[in-house]
Structures are given as C-alpha cells and as structure tokens.
C-alpha cells in the first residue's frame, strides 16, 4: 500500500523510499534523538491542539487499526462533522489524515503541523504551500475522491501558528510553479508506485537531510564506493541525473576536458550553467588530488581591524525563539587575547528571547569599529525575524542596515560558496575547519543535536546540559575564527 509517509519521504529522498521497502533492517542506524524529538513534539502539539478544539469531534485516535477504517466508513456515512485520526484506502492508496471535516462537498482532509503551514517564515520565501505537506494531503483527497466522499480537491493545514492553511490543491503552489500541487502529487505518485512494484531503480546521493536519515551510515558507504557526483557540493541528485552515462562519477568528471563541458560558452548539461559547471569540474579535479588544498577562484580581501567578532546564534525551531547570541572577541589577531561573550534566554520565553536580543544589538553597535565575522544568511535571517517580533529593540532596516556594513563579512556567502573550490565534500562549516584540523569538544556537534540539548534544558534544568550547549556554540565561533585565519594564510600565496 501506498502511504502519506512514502510520498513525505519521497519529497526529500526516493532511494529512502526503496531502503524503507527492500532495505536490510540491519542495515539501519539508531534513530537520531533529535528525531525522536520531532516525533515527540508532533505528538505533543497534535495532542495539545485536539484538546483546545473547543467543538464536538469523533476521536478514533486508540481504535485498533484493523477496525477504524471500517469505523471512519461508517462515521462518513452518518455524515460525523469532525472525524480525528480516522483511517481510509482505495485499491492501492492508504491514508490516515489527522482530521476529515464534513463540508457542503463532501469531507476535506487536514493534518495537524508542528510547523509552519507556508514557507512564509524567511525573507527569501514567497509564502507558498509546502510541498510535503501537499504530497500528502493529495494523498488523502484522492482516496476521498475516487470513494466518493468527496467532489473537490481541497484540503487544511492546522499549523503551529494555529491557523488554518487552505491547500487548494487543483491550483499552483506558487507564482513561479509550473504544475499544480495535484500535478506534483500525480507525478511523485507514479514514481512512488514504481519504485514499490520495482520498475523504478533508485540510488542514493548525499543532502544535506542524509545526517537524520536512518539509512545514513548504508548510503554514504554506497555514495563513497560508487564515487556519486552527489560529493561534489551542491550538486544534488537532481543535477546529478542530468549528467551523461560518462560523467556520473566524481573521477570521471575531474578527467574530462572543460572544453568538451562548455562548448561556445555554453554547458552540454541540461540545466546546469556554464559557470555552475565550471565550478563542479574544479572541486571534482581537486577531489581527486593527493594533498590537494582549497584555492580562491578571485581575489578577496578580508577587512582588517585591531577588533574581530565571530558570531553565532542558536534558534529552537519548534518554540521559535533565538535563546542564544554567541561571539568570540579577539583583539590585534591574537589569539591569547579570545574571549567568548554570550547573551542568552536561559528559560523560554519572549521576555528572555527579546532581552537577549537587545543585549546582543547593544554588544555589537558597542563595537562598531570592529569586523563581524559569520557563517551562512541565518544570523542576518534571524535578527530580522527578531526585529519585526520586538520593534522596539531594533527595526528590520536598521537589521538590514547593520549587516549591510563592509565590516560585515558572510563567509559562506561572500566567500567559501562563490569565490573558492575546496575539495571537500561539504561547505559547511564544521566541514572546512575540520579539514583545517579544528575539533569540536564535544562527541556529537550538530545544529540539530543542539536544539534537542536546549530541549532537554528547558526540561531538566540540568546545569551540564546548559554548559554544553554554551561550549558547542563557542566551539562554533571559534570554527570561524580557525576558517578565518586560514582564508588570509591561502590568499596570501
């Protein structure tokens, strides 16, 4: 049977849908704890808003599954209004939709989201349904559809915002979306169907999803032996199969000639540019040397000043709060003269959340001479999201305004992603300073690992956990003061 979770998977990796079917359960790693987390606070905001419903519904939530579809059937037929954790199939399709709420069209199906409804939540989004999330309900609309329960294609969303998100899903997620949310599902449908009757052969390739994946340890062994362009940053799966039957392996790629890639200025892979694929052929070669060292493709001139700041915040996604702004301070280049400075929210809540921030801004406009140094768009990100929430500290232009300063410097953005190749197969940040022979203190260094560490604080209160997550974060900025230094050491030569 064909379910709403092999669609969700599909959405981030087919071959996890392969493995989940065929796979050797040996095979599998323990599930990740921030994982489990994410089950847990599923569960727990599902619970927590059934029970603030505030209207009458038919609770099949601990009805032995063998007996609810009989009993979500029966339930329709009656014409229940609200119908919670009901259970429902067509021939091949199975679905378990969190709600079907009876309409003037029959029943729509909704799910409950410990997240948020649209991709609305950051600058650069344009606040369209997501994907995902519409896999799955289509799911659901169709196996109402084709019993005859229902005479539309539309579907909810209950999300952590408590609102309620329409999913029209006959219509395009977004302005730029070719296809409709129906079409999308249509097509991941097909694929999903062939990948279960084994017409369809998947094949693993690394994400940055790959690290809570419970196949990790299997595909990043598989990806390795077989050499998969997926080592190459930013070359995704997707980019990866448009690639001719010669050039599907790293070494493969670093042999061919870059006059037989882009012939008259123009890439022969559909889809990917010239430039694109210029860069690829570069990390690719450097992959495959003994030794080999990451190089500047341009100059670049890091800003000097007798002040440096490394900067990194700490966000808890499932609370949406920013409980930490960390910097280390160094003075003259020296490294004996570091200090790591951090304004927290040590309880989690908005007063925390918004002293913290005002702390952190005073910090930094104290040091206005000084260079900031951070890693990737989100600390930009955040502190905009956390001016529009506490206007009164600082406003999203004067966020805007602050960042824009040629003292402040992304090094991912600026830097490691458009101006250098490394032969790494990762640009994060934990990638490139442990190449350069930087460790973390800590056994398991993740962003991930740290929003469960922040969970466990807020439960416990456990003073070590607090210190742990306090060293991660230093660790962090320390990282970027290692991958500083380096960058002036290698554009130096």
């Not at 250098?420 to 460790?439: R, V």
Request: hydrophobic share 40%.
């Amino acid at each position: 049977m064909i379910t709403a979770s092999m669609l969700y998977s599909y959405d981030t990796c087919p071959h996890r849908v392969t493995l989940d079917l065929f796979g050797d359960p040996a095979e599998r790693d323990e599930v990740s704890p921030f994982v489990e987390l994410l089950w847990e606070r599923g569960h727990v905001f599902e619970r927590e808003t059934i029970e603030a419903l505030g209207e009458p519904y038919l609770n099949l939530r601990d009805v032995p599954r063998e007996e609810r579809e009989k009993l979500t059937a029966q339930a329709m037929a009656h014409g229940e209004p609200l119908i919670y954790r009901g259970r429902i199939s067509h021939r091949d399709l199975l679905g378990e939709p969190d709600l079907l709420r009876r309409t003037a069209d029959g029943y729509v199906p909704g799910d409950i989201k410990s997240g948020a409804g649209l991709e609305g939540d950051r600058e650069d989004a344009d606040g369209k349904p997501k994907k995902h999330y519409a896999l799955q309900l289509a799911l659901y609309s169709d196996i109402l559809q084709q019993s005859g329960w229902a005479a539309t294609k539309n579907a909810f969303v209950w999300d952590i915002h408590g609102r309620e998100v329409a999913y029209a899903l006959d219509a395009a997620r977004g302005p730029r979306t070719g296809s409709t949310m129906w079409e999308e599902y249509q097509d991941a449908l097909a694929d999903v169907s062939s990948i279960v009757d084994r017409s369809l052969q998947t094949k693993p390739g690394l994400i940055s999803a790959c690290k809570l994946c419970h196949w990790h340890t299997h595909c990043r062994r598989e990806i390795l032996r077989a050499d998969d362009l997926t080592l190459i940053p930013q070359l995704g799966p997707s980019k990866r199969d448009k690639f001719p039957h010669g050039l599907q392996t790293v070494q493969g790629l670093a042999n061919a000639a870059l006059d037989s890639l882009i012939v008259g200025g123009k890439s022969v892979v559909p889809g990917v540019g010239a430039k694109t694929l210029q860069a690829y052929h570069a990390r690719a070669v450097l992959q495959k040397q003994a030794n080999a060292a990451p190089y500047f493709t341009e100059r670049v001139d890091l800003p000097t000043a007798p002040e440096e700041l490394f900067f990194d915040v700490e966000t808890d996604p499932f609370r949406d709060l920013c409980y930490l702004h960390g910097f280390v301070q160094r003075e003259g280049g020296r490294d004996e003269t570091e200090a790591y400075i951090a304004f927290t929210a040590d309880e989690a809540v908005p007063e925390l959340e918004q002293a913290a921030f005002a702390d952190a801004w005073k910090y930094v406009n104290a040091h206005a001479d000084a260079v900031v140094y951070y890693y990737s768009p989100y600390e930009r990100t955040t502190w905009k999201k956390l001016a529009n929430r506490y206007p009164e500290v600082a406003s999203e232009d004067d966020v805007a305004t602050l960042f824009d300063q040629p003292r402040f410097i992304d090094l991912y953005h600026d830097v490691v992603r458009s101006k250098m190749i490394w032969p790494t197969h990762s640009l994060s940040i934990k990638t490139l300073a442990t190449f350069l022979g930087f460790h973390w203190r800590d056994t398991d260094p993740s962003g991930a690992a740290s929003v469960q560490w922040f969970h466990e604080w807020v439960e416990t209160g456990d003073p070590q956990v607090w210190a742990r997550i306090l060293e991660y974060n230093e660790d962090d900025c320390r990282a970027m003061r290692v991958l500083t230094d380096a960058l002036r050491e290698i554009g130096s030569h």
